[in-house]
T-cell receptor
């Protein structure tokens, strides 16, 4: 049972345009969400997070939106740059004290120059 | 700044062999995790630890054992390797309070 889903395995975007990566979750107890970026042969690196008490969080070119009623979050990258080409994972955690972060399957973003 | 260091980076094993993967962090983090990454499966949690001397099972713990004898080290053991355990293994650590995880660069393990 996949509690965190990224239904788009890949996405291609032109440089300078907006990239939108989507993530859906099923567990209503999740209250903290993160996005990680992964380059080949490296470990994932933290990008941005959002708590369930917010519906938006921005950090430079990266914005995460959370729609709790739809159990959906999205990552917007504006403007997209070739260096953003990577695999993006969303992850979620709950407040039950389990300390576990559940990851989605990832979306491979390719930014075309 | 070393962060999270995984040893070894690559390894090839024969079915039935045993080995231990080492994860070391120098950030004084309480929580440590072992994940495996397989194509189309994302990162799946194998085991984790919430402090020195503690371990707990994740989503896919079968065939693996772990130990956290020292706060900075988290060991992942395969007692009898199977081809289904061919994967890339990532270790991560974090502080408390819902902070993000810091990952190592992974160990690529092939079991023939």
């Amino acid at each position: 049972d996949q509690q965190v889903k990224q239904n788009s395995p890949s996405l291609s975007v032109q440089e300078g345009r907006i990239s939108i990566l989507n993530c859906d979750y099923t567990n209503s107890m999740f209250d903290y969400f993160l996005w990680y970026k992964k380059y080949p042969a490296e470990g994932p690196t933290f990008l941005i997070s959002i708590s369930s008490i917010k519906d938006k969080n921005e950090d430079g070119r990266f914005t995460v939106f959370l729609n709790k009623s739809a159990k959906h979050l999205s990552l917007h990258i504006v403007p997209s740059q070739p260096g953003d080409s990577a695999v993006y994972f969303c992850a979620a955690s709950d407040a039950s004290g389990t300390y576990k972060y559940i990851f989605g399957t990832g979306t491979r973003l390719k930014v075309l120059a | 700044n070393a962060g999270v260091t995984q040893t070894p980076k690559f390894r090839v094993l024969k079915t039935g062999q045993s080995m231990t993967l080492l994860c070391a962090q120098d950030m004084n983090h309480e929580y440590m995790y072992w994940y495996r990454q397989d194509p189309g499966m994302g990162l799946r949690l194998i085991h984790y630890s919430v402090g020195e001397g503690t371990t707990a099972k994740g989503e896919v713990p079968d065939g693996y054992n772990v130990s956290r004898l020292k706060k900075q080290n988290f060991l992942l053991g395969l007692e009898s390797a199977a081809p289904s355990q061919t994967s890339v293994y990532f270790c991560a650590s974090r502080t408390g309070g819902g902070q993000p995880q810091h990952f190592g660069d992974g160990t690529r393990l092939s079991i023939l």
